[in-house]
């Protein structure tokens, strides 16, 4: 028979009587392990990462997906030697008949792989602010960045060297055919090709402003607004480079500090 002390706590518990203690079996034998519902876990689509889940605390988690596209990695690729370096900006230089953009980029970005999209975009941008030919720039920066002062030396000799006899040699031809109206036609004829190589090489770089910090749409403004200045408007084109760069540069600055 089983005795059960009724206590008074406020006046503590009295000599001689215990509390009950139940044993560990005690509720086990009326609620036994077989009769427990089992748990369920979720299966199929919503056992996925992105399905909301139970914490502790019965409260509904969702995972966190990141929104921002990753940072563009770097191609790791760059020329071994100095000689490799001479040879292949010489050899981009030969090609620049018409549109040296479309050929750099070709070389430097798709063929050889040297740089990234990204990278190219954002080089070329510094070399077309810097005096001088924007080709000379670039190949500068890209010369010392790998090798130093040597490659930047080595650089400017192989987009200049070769390709400046080339130059005297069609200089010299054109002295004496120039005024043919078949030599004429021909440099005509070249302009369109320079100019649709040029357009070709800017809508294949049009990929690259997704990643860039200020989108899609400042980036579209500022292109149209560059167009107009310069070809509708006819604005100087160190002004412009001088308002809309500085305008670009702090949207940029806003975007990217925290």
Known sequence: ?????????????PEGVSRLQPSPGFLSSFFPRRLRPPRLRPRGIFSGPGCPCRAADNRTVTPSIPTTAPAPQATGLRPETLS???????WMALQGFGGVLAVVQRE????????????????????????????VNLSLMLGH???GLRGAVVALAGILTV???VVLALALAYAQWGQHPQAAA?????GAVAAGL????????????GRNPLGRGWCAMLAVAT???????????AVVLVVLGCVAFALTWRRITP
């Open 1 to 13: 028979m089983l005795r059960v002390a009724l206590v008074n706590f406020s006046r503590g518990e």
């Open 84 to 90: 490799q370096l001479f040879l292949a900006l010489t």
């Open 108 to 135: 430097l970005v798709e063929r050889r792989r040297w740089m990234t999209r990204e990278e190219f975009v954002e080089d070329w941008a510094v070399a077309q602010l810097l005096p001088g030919p924007n080709v």
């Open 145 to 147: 960045r790998w090798f």
């Open 163 to 165: 390709p400046m006899f």
């Open 186 to 190: 021909a440099l005509r004829g070249m």
């Open 198 to 209: 040029i357009t070709a090489t800017g809508l294949k770089l049009l990929g690259a402003l």
């Open 227 to 237: 167009f107009l200045a310069i070809a509708v408007l006819r604005v100087p084109l």
